[in-house]
Every structure is written in structure tokens, then in C-alpha cells.
């Protein structure tokens, strides 16, 4: 069974500095890689999909995937108290429909 | 905001009776997956539908039923209710399965079982 790994935290930086998320996965076959931001009480909300080995950035947003490690990671950059929230990470693979399998999701927490 | 609706916000339910849950998907998108997500944890798939038609399955007993009309909305039905169904319930859009691999959530229905 695909398992999807992610330190559950709180995750603490101060308002400025670089946040850096993790998450790792047991499945080799697992092709897509997504991050989502859920705040206390709402929707998951996606912020990230990445696809190849490498690195993708968006914004203050970089998205980190290696297949050879089973890792993908996710770097803000500029920490704000607006970026708090949980982030979850889901991977998908191709033979398997779309469906996403969840980590449990890091908490951030931004500090003025 | 996604464009995905979902209805209601809240739900009130006991033990032992049956639920309607209901998805709008996004303009465009022909596919709904829906979520189950227990208080602290990640969403877990309950199954997904494309065209009408059961498009995928996840761990979930066979009282998690689905619908998907011609319009693309989308109903999840559950009977027999049990304490452990209180979760916040998610749809998510997409396009083609083949085509596109990003999903996009809706808002969510809480669901509380007494």
C-alpha cells in the first residue's frame, strides 16, 4: 500500500526566513506530486504540482522532486504570518486513475 | 475560489441513518473525486467519477455510494451511519483523467454523527 510520509510538526519560523516542507513516499511508481494548503477549518487549496525531477518555482513557492530518493520537498521563501497553515502533501500514480494519496500534512507556523 | 460548490456546509446526523452529500464540479471539468478527511489527518479517497461512471474505488465500505449526473455533479450517499463517518467531506474537480492530473477542492461538508 502507497504510503505518503510527512513530519506532522509544528513546523516554527520566524516571519522572513525560509520554510522547508518535506515529504516522502513508498511508491516507485508514483509519477505526480502535489502540495496543497489547507488552513484551520477549510479546503485543501492547491499551491504546487510538479512532475519531473528537479526543481519548479512559482512565486515564493519552490516545489523540490527527487525519484530516485522517493522525496519531494516544498521551500517558501519569505515566510509570512499569511502562509500559517497545514500543507499537505499527495502523490498520484499514472496506472491508478487520478486519485491523490495524502499525507498527513506539516503544520506551519510564521512568526511576526 | 475553485468553482467547485458543495452542499450543505453542515450536517447534524445519528447514528444509524443515511446522508446526501452534493458536488458541483468546475466549468469544464467532467471528473469529481470525493474525500474524506478525519479531523488531523490527510484526505482519504472514497472513489471518483468520470462520464458517469465509477472510475476508481478506495478503501471505504460499500455503504459509500456515488452518483454523477450528465451535468458532471455529483452526489455521495452514505447509510448506516457510524460515529467514526464524522469527517469533513471534500469533492474535487478536474479534467479528463487522462488529460489533466490536478484536482481542485471544494469548500467541504462537515459531517457529525451522534
Known amino acids: 500500500q502507497k504510503e505518503v510520509e510527512q513530519n506532522s510538526g509544528p513546523l516554527s519560523v520566524p516571519e522572513g526566513a525560509i520554510a522547508s516542507l518535506n515529504c516522502t513516499y513508498s511508491d516507485r511508481v508514483s509519477q505526480s506530486f502535489f502540495w496543497y494548503r489547507q488552513y484551520s477549518g477549510k479546503s485543501p487549496e492547491l499551491i504546487m504540482s510538479i512532475y519531473s525531477n528537479g526543481d519548479k518555482e512559482d512565486g515564493r513557492f519552490t516545489a523540490q522532486l527527487n525519484k530516485a530518493s522517493q522525496y519531494v520537498s516544498l521551500l517558501i521563501r519569505d515566510s509570512q504570518p499569511s502562509d500559517s497553515a497545514t500543507y499537505l502533501c499527495?502523490?498520484?500514480?499514472?496506472?491508478?486513475?487520478?486519485?491523490?494519496?495524502f499525507g498527513g500534512g506539516t503544520r506551519l507556523m510564521v512568526k511576526p | 475560489e475553485t468553482g467547485v460548490t458543495q452542499s450543505p456546509t453542515h450536517l447534524i446526523k445519528t447514528r444509524g441513518q443515511q446522508v446526501t452529500l452534493r458536488c458541483s464540479s468546475q466549468s469544464g471539468h467532467n471528473t469529481v473525486s470525493w474525500y474524506q478527511q478525519a479531523l488531523g489527518q490527510g484526505p482519504q479517497f472514497i472513489f471518483q467519477y468520470y462520464r458517469e461512471e465509477e472510475n476508481g474505488r478506495g478503501n471505504f465500505p460499500p455503504r459509500f455510494s456515488g452518483l454523477q449526473f450528465p451535468n458532471y455533479s455529483s452526489e455521495l450517499n452514505v447509510n448506516a451511519l457510524e460515529l467514526d463517518d464524522s469527517a469533513l467531506y471534500l469533492c474535487?474537480?478536474?479534467?479528463?483523467?487522462?488529460?489533466?492530473?490536478?484536482?481542485?477542492f471544494g469548500p467541504g461538508t462537515r459531517l457529525t454523527v451522534t
Open positions: 499527495a502523490v498520484r500514480e499514472d496506472n491508478a486513475g487520478n486519485m491523490l494519496t
Open positions: 474535487a474537480s478536474s479534467l479528463d483523467p487522462s488529460a489533466s492530473y490536478e484536482q481542485y
